[in-house]
T-cell receptor, first 112, second 112 residues
Framework: KQEVTQIPAALSVPEGENLVLNCSFT??????LQWFRQDPGKGLTSLLL?????REQTSGRLNASLDKSSGRSTLYIAASQPGDSATYLC???????????FGPGTRLSVLP | DTEVTQTPKHLVMGMTNKKSLKCEQH?????MYWYKQKAKKPPELMFV???????INESVPSRFSPECPNSSLLNLHLHALQPEDSALYLC???????????FGPGTRLTVL
């Protein structure tokens, strides 16, 4: 059974801190991994996509890495802001693109 | 147009009603998806249409019926739903089955 986990489940930091969110998966048959943010009651916003042949992707203050051998991905947020407060989810798809599995998410609060 | 749109935003229905959810994208994507998300849980994949071919999550009950009239439009027909089907229903699209997914804002469904 595919399983994606995320730690921590919740995180509260003061504004300006750099932080790391973790995503782990048990199935090594990964084609790509995608990070999303979700605001309460809203849809998902795509942040970064890393293909299995890549090791990292960057967008602004966000950097995501992928280590297939250890089954891990991290999302690094630099200089956090209150507007970054949301739930962050990672999701992986297998080589067939038929199984897109989400982790449970990390709920982030950035305090002003 | 870089959006996935969903209608209606909110839907309240009785257990004997028949209703439909609609999803549309004009990004030329050839894969579209339906997800179900319960409160404080990650989205769960229900159906995938990739190049007009349907893939089903075997655990989805038959009271949910997807339809893809063309590559830009995806419907989810609902019939004889149960109160436990109340959830946020999310639609997503991607260029192909292995590409980055873009999500709509969701339809909040309440079954009385």
């Amino acid at each position: 059974k595919q399983e994606v986990t995320q730690i921590p489940a919740a995180l509260s930091v003061p504004e300006g801190e750099n932080l790391v969110l973790n995503c782990s998966f048990t199935d090594s048959a990964i084609y790509n991994l995608q990070w999303f943010r979700q605001d309460p009651g809203k849809g998902l916003t795509s942040l970064l996509l890393i293909q299995s042949s890549q090791r990292e992707q960057t967008s602004g203050r966000l950097n995501a890495s992928l280590d297939k051998s250890s089954g891990r991905s991290t999302l690094y947020i630099a200089a956090s802001q209150p507007g970054d407060s949301a739930t962050y989810l990672c999701a992986k798809t297998d080589n067939y693109g038929q199984n897109f599995v989400f982790g449970p998410g990390t709920r982030l609060s950035v305090l002003p | 147009d870089t959006e996935v749109t969903q209608t209606p935003k909110h839907l309240v229905m009785g257990m004997t009603n028949k209703k439909s959810l609609k999803c549309e994208q004009h990004m030329g994507h050839r894969a579209m998806y339906w997800y179900k998300q319960k409160a404080k849980k990650p989205p769960e994949l229900m159906f995938v249409y990739s190049y007009e071919k349907l893939s089903i999550n075997e655990s989805v009950p038959s009271r949910f019926s997807p339809e893809c009239p063309n590559s830009s439009l995806l419907n989810l027909h609902l019939h004889a739903l149960q109160p436990e089907d109340s959830a946020l229903y999310l639609c997503a699209s991607s260029r192909g089955g292995l590409s980055e997914q873009f999500f709509g804002p969701g339809t909040r469904l309440t079954v009385l």
